[in-house]
């Protein structure tokens, strides 16, 4: 089955400095989608990518749709406390039902 | 983005009993509707996936006796946990889709504590 690999699984960083992480996956995905979870809630979705080699901004949060299809990045700038929390990458190939597949998630955690 | 909510955020409940969990889309028709399960620290799982009107079509390794999906309308699916054990304490969390929906929006959880 599809499976992919987010890392870091955690990062502990200062307020202000910039951060990435990305996935890579197994097979070729048509979409990425980032997600964040905060405590105790469902995951939000951040950026959504649909097209090989997309690169698109929101806000402060910047994600790229690798060109080979099998790969994400997501970088936050300048971070600040309430980006504290667990982001996940999700990919949806040509699987039956169209399901995702989700990566382990990032812990991230901003020290003020 | 589109709006999932669920119902109840958490409930606990004695082993043995049945809780019953709604996820609605409360502003588009969601035509697929996704379950997951969440363990401490974990990535999410899908546990099945739902249409609305037929049957709903279970993961590898979850018993669809147990764990009673319904997608009756566009807009609700419930999931009944049948005869709860400690072992089903987790974080369940829905998702919907929309027809010509790419992307997939999630409820807030529902925190499943069995004693």
């Known amino acids: 089955g599809q499976q992919l690999n987010q890392s870091p699984q955690s990062m502990f960083i200062q307020e202000g400095e910039d951060v990435s992480m990305n996935c890579t996956s197994s097979?070729?995905?048509?979409?990425w989608l980032w997600y964040k979870q905060d405590p105790g809630e469902g995951p939000v979705l951040l950026i959504a990518l649909y097209k090989a080699g997309e690169l698109t901004s929101n806000g402060r949060l910047t994600a790229q749709f690798g060109i080979t299809r099998k790969d994400s990045f997501l970088n936050i700038s300048a971070s600040i406390p309430s980006d504290v929390g667990i982001y996940f990458c999700?990919?949806?190939?040509?699987?039956?039902?169209?399901?995702?597949?989700f990566g382990g998630g990032t812990r991230l955690m901003v020290k003020p | 983005g589109a709006v999932v909510s669920q119902h109840p955020s958490r409930v606990i409940c004695k082993s043995g009993t049945s809780v019953k969990i709604e996820c609605r889309s409360l502003?588009?028709?969601?035509?697929?509707m996704f379950w997951y399960r969440q363990f401490p620290k974990q990535s999410l799982m899908l546990m099945a996936t739902?249409?609305?009107?037929?049957?709903?079509?279970?993961e590898q390794g979850v018993e669809k006796d147990k764990f009673l999906i319904n997608h009756a309308s566009l807009t609700l699916s419930t999931l009944t946990v049948t005869s709860a054990h400690p072992e089903d304490s987790s974080f369940y969390i829905c998702?919907?889709?929309?027809?010509?929906?790419?992307?997939?929006?999630f409820g807030p959880g529902t925190r499943l504590t069995v004693l």
């Open positions: 998702s919907a889709r929309a027809f010509s929906g790419r992307e997939q929006f």
């Open positions: 502003d588009f028709q969601a035509t697929t």
């Open positions: 097979s070729i995905f048509n979409t």
């Open positions: 739902s249409n609305e009107g037929s049957k709903a079509t279970y």
């Open positions: 999700a990919g949806r190939g040509n699987n039956a039902g169209n399901m995702l597949t």
